[in-house]
């Protein structure tokens, strides 16, 4: 590799017209939208998520407005025999994939003293292994192929800053960003590119679905933080684009609004502002919590037919 080699890198793959494009969690949210978004450029679509009728949905959906889905099944991607049996019948019935999409994910939010084992084993299950399964199962026949590709790994705005109650979750999405990290290089030399998406606030139905540890979602300050939250969240239709556009231009950070991009370059340039930013989120995440909690008492009193201002 001579000295131009180690500074320029041609990008990959420049389009998708009649390329095949692999995405996970392509039945909802930011996978679909993607899913949508590359059938719009000509992809050639392998799509894979845990809900097999939703993603029959998508199917028809793209089929409907003369996309292409070459192949698609449903299955769990934290099953590893389930995807390298799913990768053998795509290389078998498609062939080698062009671009593969890690966007498949789950959220679980809380303290350490309410998160649960589930918790921390879910999200490293899925955000982290599943991500790792598809890596191991399709990446390896691009490389013996010998024509360049791209991976995409979408991890989070928490796998970048120390986000209140994101521990566990934070653990798959940092622990992907380092894989992501390293291949960015390793992958390199077989003129496959990587690309680490980091969404902030995106309005897909995880937010209304994601489990928070301890937590009473019918209290109006929690209905509140939520409500604020759709407001200034971004659509995956919008995330999507960010994807697409990465892998065009071969970035590896993508952010798919300013605020993160913002927030990373403040972390790196500004520690001491920052980590006091952090406390003061922390505190205020605390108190909420704390609030919550009361609530929670007082709900299980009423039902119990006790005073818990008596307790």
Same mark, same amino acid.
């Given at each position: 590799m001579g000295l131009k080699d180690l500074i320029v890198m041609s990008t990959p793959v420049p389009t998708l017209r009649d390329r095949i494009v692999l995405i996970t969690g392509a039945a909802s949210g930011i996978g679909r939208a993607t899913a949508i978004a590359s059938a719009r450029n000509g992809a050639r679509l392998v799509l894979t998520d845990l809900h097999a009728d939703p993603l029959d949905a998508v199917v028809q959906e793209i089929n409907d407005a003369g996309g292409t889905v070459v192949y698609h099944q449903s299955g769990d991607i934290s099953d590893y025999d389930w995807v390298r049996s799913f990768a053998n019948q795509v290389d078998a019935e498609v062939g080698v994939a062009d671009v593969v999409m890690n *966007?498949? =994910? $789950? &959220?679980?939010? =809380?303290? $350490?003293?309410?998160?649960?084992?589930?918790?921390?084993?879910?999200? $490293? !299950?899925v955000n982290l292994m599943g991500p790792i399964h598809v890596i191991e199962c399709f990446v390896p026949q691009m490389i013996r192929r010998g024509k360049g590709g791209h991976l995409v790994n979408v991890s989070s705005a928490a796998g970048l800053l120390a986000l209140p109650w994101h521990a566990a979750y934070s653990a798959s999405k940092f622990g992907l960003r380092g894989v992501s990290e390293v291949l960015r290089f390793d992958l390199r030399r077989h003129g496959i590119g990587v690309s680490l998406v980091c969404p902030g606030g995106v309005d897909t139905p995880l937010v209304d679905s994601v489990e928070i540890a301890g937590i009473n979602? !019918? !209290? /109006?300050? *929690?209905?509140?933080?939520?409500?604020?939250?759709?407001? @200034? #969240? @971004?659509? /995956?239709?919008? #995330?999507? #684009?960010?994807?697409?556009?990465?892998? %065009?231009?071969?970035?590896?950070? $993508?952010?798919? &609004?300013? !605020? *993160? %991009?913002?927030?990373?370059?403040?972390a790196r340039k500004f520690a001491l502002p920052y980590e006091i930013l952090m406390r003061v989120a922390n505190n205020q995440f605390d108190h909420l919590a704390r609030a919550s909690a009361r609530s929670l008492e007082r709900k299980a009193a009423a039902q119990n037919g006790t005073d818990v201002s008596s307790t």
């Open positions: *966007i498949a =994910g $789950v &959220s679980a939010w =809380g303290t $350490v003293e309410n998160l649960e084992h589930r918790h921390w084993r879910t999200m $490293v !299950d979602r !019918d !209290d /109006p300050r *929690i209905k509140a933080q939520i409500a604020r939250f759709h407001k @200034v #969240a @971004v659509t /995956p239709e919008t #995330a999507a #684009a960010a994807i697409l556009k990465g892998i %065009r231009k071969n970035h590896f950070l $993508v952010y798919t &609004s300013f !605020d *993160i %991009r913002f927030g990373y370059w403040w």
